[in-house]
């Protein structure tokens, strides 16, 4: 999960700012040879327009203007000596050619100073790869088009990701991350583009934001810890997704995760916790869902901790993770599925506190949603599922 960006590491160039200091310099990647035709390649004029900024002794501005830049695989190094701000009016072009990218095996990016990436957009052109998966080819590894490896203090705000290989936005280790009014696209079929993945980090931000993509719109890895999630607009997609947890049995858990005011549209799921069916010493607790609509979704609220792709690596085995304290308040409207809730809890480890207020979910037509627990304890108030000791036939979905 922390392997580099090629093409897109040029935005891990663009991690850093504070803001537009009294007597900050302005790098125009243009003066250090970028064309904006979408042709040339720019690749050295960007690193150059980094090395300049990286090196200065005061702020500075690395700026991107309107057109298309072409980019190949690049490495953008910190740390620097002073702040740097990314305004991006333009768009990164990848290469047509899939291969180019894909080394998820280059270095890292280590910043220690405030950040801030500022509009543009990116254009990784993922089809190429996506079908080289889907023929079952020897492929590349992929790329992921945005890493944050290590960062603090860092903002993100206006930037579109199209059709990224694999993951659009991850952000690894990091503290104090702000992601505002992003906007990510790929086909519902694309396999493995989720939207924003975070993993090991604490006090990150998403807010008012459009994820409709392939995989989870956002999906949240061991190690998350105060992540606060509001106005999102997810699907197509999977959901929302905390997990998948507990492949490895020394693992750190998520602790103190809030969504609020989103809306979900035709996504495969909704509120999802996902744990492989293996021993584990990972826990998610504290988790709070509250004002969320649901548009024609699929399995709108789940807990599913017998997750074990093609009975491979997990078969008779339970999950060691334990869930506890997980609020679900205030979520309503269609359910694609007739079973709108599903708690599929470990039979070793149950999850404990569930509560459920103001459940409005119905199916199709306005007919009656039914539930699914099992192994879960917890309270339910004005909700669809009058208790939450039911027991009715569920089939697991992807």
Not at 149 to 169: C, E, P, R
Not at 262 to 272: A, H, I, K, Q
Not at 286 to 312: A, G, S, T
Not at 318 to 339: E, F, L, P
Request: hydrophobic residues 35%; contains cysteine; proline residues 5%.
């Amino acid at each position: 999960m922390v392997s580099l960006v090629p093409i897109i590491l040029f935005l891990h160039f663009i991690l850093s700012l504070f803001g537009n200091a009294q007597g900050a310099l302005t790098f125009n990647v243009i003066k250090f040879g970028a064309k904006p035709d979408g042709k040339t390649d720019a690749t050295q004029a960007f690193l150059r327009a980094w090395s300049s900024a990286c090196t200065s002794r005061v702020a500075s501005t690395i700026y991107v203007p309107k057109g298309r830049y072409f980019i190949r695989s690049a490495e953008f190094r910190g740390p620097c000596k002073k702040a740097i701000k990314v305004q991006i009016d333009g768009t990164l072009v990848a290469p047509m050619d899939y291969r180019a990218l894909g080394n998820p095996g280059i270095g890292y990016c280590s910043f220690s100073r405030p950040l801030t990436v500022v509009g543009g957009a990116l254009d990784a052109k993922g089809e190429g790869f996506w079908a080289c998966k889907t023929s079952g080819q020897n492929c590349p590894v992929g790329a992921r088009s945005i890493t944050f490896n290590w960062v603090n203090d860092a903002k993100i705000s206006g930037l579109t990701s199209i059709n990224s290989q694999l993951m659009h936005l991850v952000i690894n280790s990091c503290k104090n991350v702000k992601v505002s009014n992003v906007k990510i696209i790929a086909p519902d079929l694309s396999p493995n583009t989720d939207g924003i993945h975070v993993q090991s980090s604490t006090g990150i931000t998403i807010t008012n934001s459009i994820i409709k993509t392939g995989d989870d719109c956002i999906s949240i890895g061991p190690g998350t810890r105060n992540l606060w999630m509001e106005k999102i607009q997810c699907g197509p997609g999977h959901g929302v997704s905390i997990g998948s947890l507990g492949r490895d049995f020394n693992e750190d858990g998520v602790e103190n995760v809030t969504l609020i005011n989103s809306v979900f549209t035709g996504s495969d799921n909704g509120l999802r916790i996902k744990t492989w069916a293996r021993p584990s010493k990972g826990f998610v607790r504290n988790i709070n869902y509250r004002n969320i609509v649901m548009k024609n979704v699929e399995n709108p609220i789940i807990i599913d901790q017998n997750y074990c792709p093609n009975n491979q690596g997990c078969p008779r085995q339970t999950s060691g993770i334990k869930i506890s304290q997980v609020t679900y308040q205030n979520i309503q409207g269609t359910s694609a599925t007739q079973v709108a809730m599903a708690f599929d809890c470990s039979p070793t480890n149950p999850c404990t506190g569930i509560k459920l207020s103001d459940i409005k979910l119905t199916y199709l037509n306005s007919r009656k949603a039914q539930s699914f627990c099992k192994n879960i304890g917890g309270t339910s108030v004005a909700s669809s599922c009058r208790k939450i000791a039911c027991n009715r036939k569920w089939r697991r979905r992807r």
